[in-house]
């Protein structure tokens, strides 16, 4: 099984709806978002996914996020934005890229809001 791993950042606002505590208020990240795709068979060139192409597909994302108060954006306007839900919601955009088919999968997506926090999503059980 091959394993590939890129990483991204983007700068974003956001505040934890009805926290009890100092992330109720207006704050910002700059958040690193891992993403883990794998499969079992390489292509003509050798590779699982060419980087580019993945690097090009979060990137489709991110723009959507970046520099962005999270609160005013779908889904986030309805949903708390935490790195938890963060981490999910790029996780199904992502998932929803031609990049994945019955040989390359999606692992996993960590999205970091500090270098000391990071909370991530997978749909493997």
Known sequence: MFELTI???FEA???IRN???KCNRLHGHNWKVQVNIYGSQLNDLGMLVDFVDLKAAINGIMVNL???????IEPFCRINPTAENLAKYIYEELAKT????ENVKLRSIRIWESSNSAAAYSQEA
């Open 98 to 101: 031609p990049i994945f088919n």
């Open 19 to 21: 926290y009890p505590g």
């Open 7 to 9: 990483a991204v950042n």
């Open 13 to 15: 606002a956001h505040c």
């Open 66 to 72: 970046d520099h962005y108060y999270l609160n005013e």
